[in-house]
């Protein structure tokens, strides 16, 4: 019953898509698979012959709960470190699937109207006997299935479940639970997004991995721990960018004053007696140590590579950092090039401060830095490293 019905919804689904104009045919067909399959369990007695129902449900609307609320017992601490949690739970939850439509859909979530919309009702909801509100993927991913547009789709829900409770309940009591399945199921794939997956995978293949652990967490343990689990990988992620930053080896694109990565650039050439590193992050006590060591590995390639020269010009004469990257700074050292304010605030206020002062310390491109180091080695034969 429940593979029969999902070929329904999904032929459905797809005779809107193909025409737009009959997008009725769609929004009306899980409404019509409910009442269908809950008049063929009834007809048939369906839920002796072990298909599961959803058994009798209580009428009426949801009792006052406000005067069971208590603020003093021995169980206050665990309330309160279980309304934490599930909080937390719950708002990353729905804005995870509030972002996850606004990209289908091109709009912005705005974050605090989302935590501010599901705080105000978790307060209206435990004071009228309400389980805990969230964004649920389930109920949005219908209604995107559905064609809804705006937020009168919860007006209209909302007003309908009201008069379910209050009149319909006990038509509910045959309908199958594989027909609700695969309503579900059939608006989820609707979000699965297979080129987007094949882009993701070229561009950068640990995002793939996020990815792909956060949909199978999510289909096969749950929402809240699929979440988890993509979570802490890009949290392992940033670290590993914190802790090992991108440093790499510039040279000059010829004809011009703009100095690139040597391995992006094919054209770009290294400048003899020269070492230009750009760091791509924030040097802090977290990467100093990594920064350190990847420096003086470059230098002492430089300079193996130098040992057999003949000319001195082809010697290490200077170490130039671009800084163009970095927002922050703990320490400094050789040439700097083009750092931001805050970064130059900190140095200023360390004992840098006068080697900072000199003006040939400092440069606001690379280029600049180049050429006057350059006439330096003209004018002055003791080059300094």
Known sequence: ????????????????????????????????????????????????????????????????????????????????????????????????????????????????????????????????????????????????????????????????????????????????????????????????????????????????????????????ISVQEGLAIAVGISIFKILMQVTRPKTVMMGNIPGTDIYRDLHHYKDAAAVPGFVILGIEAPINFVNTTYLKERITRWIEDSESENDGAKKKSGLLKFVILDLSAVSAIDTSGLVLVNPIGEVIEKLQQGDEAKELARPDAMFLTVGEAVTTLLSTIKTNSSAYV
Request: with cysteine; hydrophobic share 55%.
């Open 1 to 220: 019953m429940g593979f029969c019905f999902l070929l329904f919804l999904l032929f459905t689904r797809h005779i809107s898509m193909r025409k737009p104009k009959l997008f009725w045919i769609s929004a009306g067909a899980p409404l019509l698979s409910v009442i269908l399959s809950t008049l063929l369990v009834f007809a048939f007695k369906a839920q002796n012959h072990g298909i599961s129902v959803i058994g009798k449900l209580q009428e009426g609307l949801n009792p006052p709960s406000w005067n069971m609320l208590h603020f003093h017992d021995n169980y206050l601490g665990l309330v309160m470190k279980t309304g934490l949690v599930t909080g937390i739970i719950s708002l990353t939850e729905g804005i995870a699937v509030g972002r996850t439509f606004a990209a289908l859909k091109n709009y912005q979530v705005d974050g605090n109207k989302e935590m501010i919309a599901i705080g105000v009702m978790n307060i209206v909801g435990s004071s009228t006997s309400c389980y805990i509100t969230t964004g649920a993927f389930s109920r949005s991913a219908v209604n995107h299935n559905a064609g809804c547009k705006t937020a009168v789709s919860n007006i209209i829900m909302a007003v309908t479940v009201m008069v379910t409770l209050l009149f319909l309940m006990p038509l509910f009591q045959y309908t199958p639970n594989v027909v609700l399945g695969a309503i579900i199921v059939t608006a989820v794939i609707g979000l699965i997004d297979i080129p987007a997956a094949c882009q993701i995978w070229k561009i950068d293949k640990f995002d793939f991995v996020v990815m792909l652990c956060a949909f199978l967490g999510v289909l096969f």
